[in-house]
């Protein structure tokens, strides 16, 4: 049985695998702007293997390095195996999630506000204990266990490197189904697409609710 850590007991390191609790916990995206507001919970990429880096507005070398991110994400953001996260804390300090995400290119990354305090961050044990680095990236495996934890970006060469050997370990039989997590349908547990996502209608919810507001005719998003 794999090791899952509780933060009662102290921050999850290498070989520890993260809490049903903690992959439920809900945050929200904050870039690019038309994702704002929506939810965002580890446990919707359980059965993928993850890239996660966390930032903070004022740290210098991650805002610099945003664009060799930007390779390890054009690298893989066409696998439906692999999820590329990014959290961004202290947002406004000075940097906005939508200055922090146009630096590179335009809607590249998604990014998820940590909310107060540090919350992600505070998740893992830091390589560099006791200095004052304000990033950490993880790579997690598709049971959800860490493989790796870094203070600074990799180089593509790196971060390629681990996220092949991860994904040699994934299940031989892949599971089939809708990957997209604003898709109605979407499945967790589905590592291939299989071409089967249903949408909302313009205007609606999955639930069939109407998002936009209804005009003096009952129309959905109507302008009267």
């Known amino acids: ?43 919707k990429y359980s059965g993928k293997v993850i890239m996660l880096e966390r930032s ?17 994400f054009a690298k893989w953001e ?28 335009v809607d590249i990354p998604l990014i998820v506000d940590d909310g107060d305090g540090y919350t992600v961050f505070d998740w893992f044990e830091n390589p560099n204990e006791g200095e004052s680095i304000a990033s950490l990236i993880l790579f997690i495996d598709h049971t959800m266990k860490i493989v790796n934890i870094m203070s600074s970006s990799p180089s593509l060469i790196m971060a390629n490197f681990i996220i092949e050997n991860m994904l040699e370990h994934l299940p031989e039989n892949e599971i089939e189904g809708c990957t997209y997590p604003d898709a109605c349908n979407y499945d967790p547990d589905a590592i291939e697409d299989d071409g089967s996502c249903v949408y909302p209608e313009e205007n609606y919810n999955c639930a069939g609710d109407c998002t936009a507001g209804i005009d003096c005719n009952g129309e959905c998003g109507g302008e009267l």
């Open 78 to 105: 066409n696998d439906n195996r692999v999820a590329i996260i990014h959290f961004l804390d202290d947002i406004n300090q000075p940097y906005s999630c939508s200055q922090w995400g146009d630096y590179g290119t």
């Open 1 to 43: 049985m794999l090791p899952i850590a509780s933060l009662l007991n102290g921050a999850y390191d290498v070989g520890d695998v993260i809490s049903d609790d903690d992959q439920n916990m809900e945050f929200s995206y904050c870039y690019p702007s038309d994702s704002t507001g929506s939810t965002f919970r580890l446990n």
């Open 56 to 72: 903070a507005s004022w740290w210098a070398p991650c805002f610099n390095s945003i664009p060799e991110g930007e390779e390890i």
